[in-house]
DNA sequence: CGTGGTCTGTTACAGTGTAACAGGGCCGTC
DNA sequence: GACGGCCCTGTTACACTGTAACAGACCACG
């Protein structure tokens, strides 16, 4: 499907239980995650998270819903938010800021590191990341300033890997 | 989002000259910018900068509306909209992705250096800073990705300083 | 004076997100 | 089984965010 680009801190995954490790996809550890933690992995959740999964780039709430109805039986935006709430809240999805849109979570985000969202102007994909190196710049930025964070994030436009290969007029 | 081609590190909106050097304030600086560049200073992105200015915390584009207008004047979101959009190319105000709201800009982001918003979610107040360390860590971590940046956003949520010192744990 | 460009006003509309209430399913208790 | 509580979903309504398209105003320039 998506290839996300490979950690490339070379660092490793802290958390033990939440990344996907190696062959678990991202709706088998939504199975488990919920659980584990007791909650409800209803179908509408599933099904968002499918559709959220099935797309190599972000997916806005009203594209999902869209992608969730049939003729006859209509998913409101509405409902797609409230998954999408429970989705983020349980590190299943992320949300894009600069974008309004939505893509699924692909790492696992253990302490010490700070997760980077790679959004290619050209094809649309949304890659993710994570470094040591920001997260530590981060730490020391904000303790000079004397802020206390509680989250952050960190996205940048550009151009993926495989679209400089393909089509830069450099 | 910006329309600069920006120098080889490919991430700082605007060149080295137009920071806030000393005791110049944003909208003296708004002023210098415009006519060193041949811009229209016009009295809508001058109010629309001032309204900015004049508050600590980041507004919307709605709130800015209303603030311009006056009984039997009305300014319409879609205008404040086009000067917001001319301030930001022009770096005089920054768009705050998390928020979908605009602060002042208070910094020069000369080469070299990542912007930083702190957003205090118990005051409202945004506050900026810049950080070596950070544009470092972004460097080479997206050089590792082989992503090509562009342009990039890193937002803090958390507490600021103030509020630390007011409402600690009471 | 005309002309062309930029800026603003206006309308219309698409997309984003939340509040509030109603109904339905599930589960534990009586 | 009936009851009641809780969570999830459906539905409506509404507020906020943002853009497209066109018309008029305004200004510099020939």
Partial sequence: MHGHPSPSDGT?????????????????????????????YTDLRRRTLEAVAGEGRALGAYDIAERLSVPGRRV?????????????????VHRIASRNA????????????STVFLIC??????????????QRGLDSTLASAGFKPVSHIVEVEGECGACQGRGGTE
Same sequence: chains 1, 2.
């Fill in 102 to 113: 939505f893509v699924p979570c692909g790492h696992g985000h253990g302490g010490g590191e």
């Fill in 76 to 92: 409101a935006a509405v409902s797609v938010y409230r998954a999408l709430d429970f989705l983020t809240e349980n590190g299943l």
């Fill in 12 to 40: 490793g995954p802290a958390d033990a239980h939440d990344h996907a490790c190696g062959g678990e996809d991202l709706l088998a550890r939504a199975e488990r995650i919920c659980r584990e933690r007791g909650l409800h």
């Fill in 121 to 134: 102007r050209t094809c649309g994909t949304v890659g993710e990341t994570v470094s040591r190196d920001i």
